[in-house]
């Protein structure tokens, strides 16, 4: 793009078009630019990239927004002076499109038992526009069975960018331990949304290494029991009012949403269940 003006029109149109939230939209651009310095740095083969961010690389950007990047450091201890000098220099990347990027604050994350982690709090400068991202490094997390390299499609440039990213099977596990472990109690709809689109992909994951992945995701979180209860949680979780409240709460936020009943969630966690048992 030649300038900042017909940089917001690009985003615009683009969130116009496929119905999504303008801001969000360009907090994905600016995301996607700073993908390309990690992968144009040293630290290339250590950031892994995970959750959300690689869900829009999975089902499509369109399908599946997010605001921040989450990624799992394969070879570099996560602390605060770690983190801070990784991303400082990734900053320093000239990604050849006249944005900079700057390292704005640190701050350790442990949610609860499940891992430790650093937040990066960053911004994006573009002739003046200052776009506000983060980004989770974490650390200690099972990768079953090893990082996959994968295309990530750049929204505007019609180009494409490789980076490594979670195997399928370890995003499945994840999600499946995250929903059956929290039951009803969860709040993350979006994990139902997550394993739909996955189930919907031909051919997406194989069932043996999922097995594995799930048995070392579940060791790893302490909870290796949860596959022990899953049937009784999972008629828990279809007969939860709350849940179905939550699902359309979702439905309402994400109009890709909109033609995925809480019924047809339940089906494919209950074809997940069935599979795993």
């Known amino acids: 793009m030649k300038n900042m003006m017909q940089l917001k029109a690009l985003v615009k149109n683009y969130a ?35 959750g959300g961010f690689l869900m829009g690389a999975l089902a499509g950007f369109e399908a599946r927004s997010t605001k921040d990047l989450d990624t799992t450091a394969w070879h570099t201890a996560v602390n605060e002076e770690s983190v801070r000098l990784m991303f400082t220099e990734i900053c320093g990347v000239d990604g050849g ?44 997390d099972p990768i079953t069975p090893n990082p996959v390299k994968r295309v990530f499609p ?57 097995k594995e992945a799930l048995r070392n995701t579940t060791e790893a979180r302490g909870t290796s029991p949860v596959m022990d209860d899953a049937a009784a949680t999972l008629r828990q979780i279809e007969q939860s009012n709350n849940l179905r409240k939550t699902w359309r709460s979702f439905q309402e936020s994400n109009h890709y949403a909109a033609g995925i009943t809480f019924e047809d969630c339940c089906r494919v966690l209950g074809d997940f269940v069935e599979e795993l048992l």
């Open 16 to 50: 116009r078009k496929y119905g999504l939230n303008e801001p969000v939209t360009m907090q994905v651009y600016m995301l996607q630019r700073l993908l390309v310095r990690i992968v144009a740095s040293e630290y290339r083969d250590d950031l892994v990239v995970k």
């Open 97 to 140: 499109d006249g944005i900079t990027f700057k390292v704005e604050g640190i701050k350790t994350i442990t949610e609860q038992r499940r891992y430790h982690g650093v937040k990066v709090n960053l911004v994006a400068v573009y002739e003046g526009m200052r776009v506000p991202l983060s980004v989770d490094v974490t650390a200690g």
């Open 154 to 210: 750049l929204m505007l440039e019609g180009e494409v960018v490789e980076a490594w990213s979670y195997p399928t099977e370890t995003v499945l596990a994840e999600k499946l331990e995250t929903v059956l472990s929290r039951g009803t109690a969860t709040s993350r709809a979006k994990d139902f949304y997550d394993l739909y689109v996955i189930a919907s992909i031909p051919d997406s994951y194989d069932a043996r290494l999922l």
